[in-house]
């Protein structure tokens, strides 16, 4: 069982987490959220420079933690896909040079992987296959895994991803940023049902819609278009509450009925949340609740491991490492790898 320091820092977190196989020794994570929120979203240049300024207290603070030297690590581990550019690069630069100032082996780790293995932090008795609902900012997908490195992409939002459309709607309701827990606590005072708001279908050439595939753009507009009735109505104050709640209660049942169509359609025995959608109270009691219902398991972490962190990176490392995995050190960094490719990743 491989113990892995890694570092995560794909976008606007800067994070480093020592995992001894999945028993996570230390984690910590230095967010930007202050400083990109005044922006409304996150600046690459200033998450960039950010990442540089923390990534080295962050790393000595992780190993600190674990009450760990160097000798007692396996490797180091850094996502290298997808994400920002620039941040990717501050982590692959630092997890190379530790790796090989200290003799290490070295991964490079997909970021989506890392959401996927989140689960197993927690959840001992968790083993594929199983269906992973990934929902983040930049991503929302519906994943069969049927081992380590194992996938088969089954689902995806056609245009923005569940996280980007809560981003937008919470601009457009000027509630600030991040939207998701904001939109998140209001729908919590709100009624869900005060107004009927589209679910996303996806239409086939044939007839009918896409089982598993959903859209959140037209969400978003219809979002916008009643802000403008309710304004031109002269209604004032904004019902915001309900306005949330009616857009959340929209995401969450877009979101529950492909996942639980899709596990049932492939005969998966378990649904996997990840990403930091998955922190939403809605979605988690919902499809807790509906899972239960059709005899389903269903593995969520916790909230600290549902936004980015550097102990899914490596839990997920653990296991290539374990298969005998290794990256070499010209790897580089991608915007974009689509999760089916990381085989890429590594030499056997």
Request: proline content about 5%; charged content about 20%.
């Amino acid at each position: 069982m491989a113990t892995i320091l890694a570092i995560e820092t794909s976008c606007d977190e800067t994070a480093a987490s020592v995992v001894k196989h999945h028993q996570v020794l230390s984690s910590v994570v230095a967010s930007q959220i202050d400083l990109h929120s005044r922006y409304g979203g996150v600046v690459p240049e200033l998450a960039s420079r950010e990442h540089l300024l923390t990534i080295g207290d962050t790393v000595n603070e992780a190993l600190l933690k674990s009450q760990l030297g160097w000798a007692d690590i396996d490797a180091v581990a850094t996502t290298c896909a997808p994400g920002l550019v620039g941040a990717l690069l501050v982590g692959m630069s630092v997890g190379k040079t530790l790796a090989m100032v200290h003799h290490k082996p070295f991964l490079g780790v997909h970021h989506l992987e890392g959401h996927i293995y989140a689960a197993y932090l927690e959840h001992t008795d968790l083993r594929p296959p199983f269906l992973c609902l990934l929902v983040s900012g930049g991503h929302t997908s519906l994943i069969r895994v049927d081992g380590c490195g194992q996938y088969k992409l089954l689902g995806k939002t056609r245009d923005d991803a569940a996280g980007e459309a809560f981003d937008k709607v919470a601009r457009l309701l000027a509630l600030g940023y991040p939207g998701g827990p904001i939109i998140d606590q209001l729908a919590q005072q709100g009624d869900p049902k005060a107004f009927r708001l589209p679910e996303g279908n996806i239409s086939l050439p044939e007839g009918g819609y896409h089982p598993y595939d959903a859209s959140f753009s037209g969400l978003k507009t219809a979002v916008l278009r009643l802000v403008e009735r309710l304004k031109s109505e002269g209604v004032d104050p904004l019902p915001v509450a309900d306005i949330a709640a009616s857009f959340q209660y929209a995401v969450v049942r877009a979101l529950v009925k492909r996942a639980m169509r899709c596990a049932q359609d492939q005969n998966l025995p378990a649904i996997v949340m990840g990403g930091g959608v998955a922190a939403n109270s809605g979605l988690r009691h919902v499809i807790a609740e509906t899972a239960a219902a059709q005899g389903i398991n269903i593995y969520i972490p916790s909230l600290k491991f549902c936004t980015d962190n550097a102990a899914m990176i490596a839990c997920a490392a653990s296991d290539h490492f374990d298969q005998g995995h290794c990256s070499k050190l010209d790897l580089g960094v991608y915007s974009r790898l689509p999760l089916e490719h990381v085989a890429e990743l590594y030499q056997r």
